[in-house]
């Protein structure tokens, strides 16, 4: 079992700074590209940044040059840097993490995604 819990959202006003992390845990042999994804109601969910275990990045349009991906791969921790926050920023925000594990000889692939955070951009 491999499990990714998410921490770091909150209530933060526009302008203002907010850190994401994301631990991932349990039976894990590596971890390809981690990431940040966002939903608001009624909405697709939509990819934010992400890293790859080499840590190349990639980011969406609306938030580069504000939000800052990272990772620790040691920890198997992901972080989203998320500054000059505006209230479209206003979401869930969901860890995901292309898990490889080992078992019985074999290798399994296994796309896991976190619970979320709620980030809330308002005055």
């Known amino acids: 079992q491999v499990q990714l819990v998410e921490s770091g959202g909150g209530l933060v006003q526009p302008g203002g700074s907010l850190r994401l992390s994301c631990a991932a845990s349990g039976s894990i042999f590596s971890i390809n590209t981690m990431g940040w994804y966002r939903q608001t109601p009624g909405k697709q969910r939509e990819l934010v940044a992400t890293i790859t275990s080499g840590g190349s990045m990639n980011y969406a349009d609306s938030v580069k040059g504000r939000f800052a991906i990272s990772r620790d791969n040691a920890k198997n921790t992901v972080y989203l840097q998320m500054n000059t926050l505006k209230s479209e920023d206003t979401a869930v925000y969901y860890c995901?993490?292309?898990?490889?594990?080992?078992?019985?000889?074999?290798?399994?692939?296994?796309?896991?995604w976190g619970k979320g955070t709620l980030v809330t951009v308002s005055s």
């Open positions: 995901n993490a292309e898990v490889r594990r080992y078992s019985f000889s074999m290798y399994y692939d296994t796309d896991i």
